[in-house]
T-cell receptor, first 114, second 114 residues
Framework: NAGVTQTPKFQVLKTGQSMTLQCAQD?????MSWYRQDPGMGLRLIHY???????DQGEVPNGYNVSRSTTEDFPLRLLSAAPSQTSVYFC?????????????FGPGTRLTVL | AQTVTQSQPEMSVQEAETVTLSCTYD???????LFWYKQPPSRQMILVIR??????QNATENRFSVNFQKAAKSFSLKISDSQLGDAAMYFC???????????FGTGTRLKVLA
């Protein structure tokens, strides 16, 4: 099992550019989520999904889009990057998303928007 | 809205000693889960321990234990026999009933001194 994988590990964008952060898991987990981590602010939930075709917003969804066409993949799209989106992004997954399921995190993507 | 507060940005402990990290939270729910996550310098988030609010007994995992005070809405993490590998950021998190959303605190950086 590779667990939760994220690509790329690092990315630098210019304001206004678009990009997709990739996340994949090979544990057949129904629940997947995206967080951003900023200094002094902990992790904040961006979007989550409880299965293929089902997504919902978290705490800070503005500026980000997601889709879930397969169980394995949950990409995060930045349509027009802004400096405020400079952050470390984590993808996570668990079997059903309930508290008794252990949530597994990817290694993170450090994104800088100039 | 639920909130999670970690008031200690940084803590230090001597190797082999015991340290307690504090976490308080606010919720109107009676059943919920609380978690402690560890984030070492590798950035990989790892679940340390979880506690269900309905269980009066404090959770333990080897050298890690919690002091869960439901009425005071306090959830502290005790690390016994601290080791150099315990040096990391520690995040307290909350998940309420019927929700897929986790709420994280801002984290406490633990330094372990040799």
């Amino acid at each position: 099992n590779a667990g939760v994988t994220q690509t790329p590990k690092f990315q630098v964008l210019k304001t206004g550019q678009s990009m997709t952060l990739q996340c994949a898991q090979d544990m057949n987990h129904e629940y997947m989520s995206w967080y951003r981590q900023d200094p002094g602010m902990g992790l904040r939930l961006i979007h989550y999904s409880v299965g293929a075709g089902i997504t919902d917003q978290g705490e800070v969804p503005n500026g980000y889009n997601v889709s879930r066409s397969t169980t394995e993949d949950f990409p995060l799209r930045l349509l027009s990057a802004a400096p405020s989106q400079t952050s470390v992004y984590f993808c996570a997954s668990s079997y059903r998303g309930v508290p008794t399921d252990t949530q597994y995190f990817g290694p993170g993507t450090r994104l800088t928007v100039l | 809205a639920q909130t999670v507060t970690q008031s200690q940005p940084e803590m230090s402990v001597q190797e082999a000693e015991t340290v307690t990290l504090s976490c308080t939270y606010d919720t109107s729910e009676s059943d919920y889960y609380l978690f402690w996550y560890k984030q070492p310098p590798s950035r990989q988030m790892i679940l340390v321990i979880r506690q269900e609010a309905y269980k009066q007994q404090n959770a333990t995992e080897n050298r890690f234990s919690v002091n869960f005070q439901k009425a005071a809405k306090s959830f502290s993490l005790k690390i016994s026999d601290s080791q150099l590998g315990d040096a990391a950021m520690y995040f307290c998190a909350y998940q309420g009933p019927g929700t897929y959303k986790y709420i994280f605190g801002t984290g406490t950086r633990l330094k372990v001194l040799a």
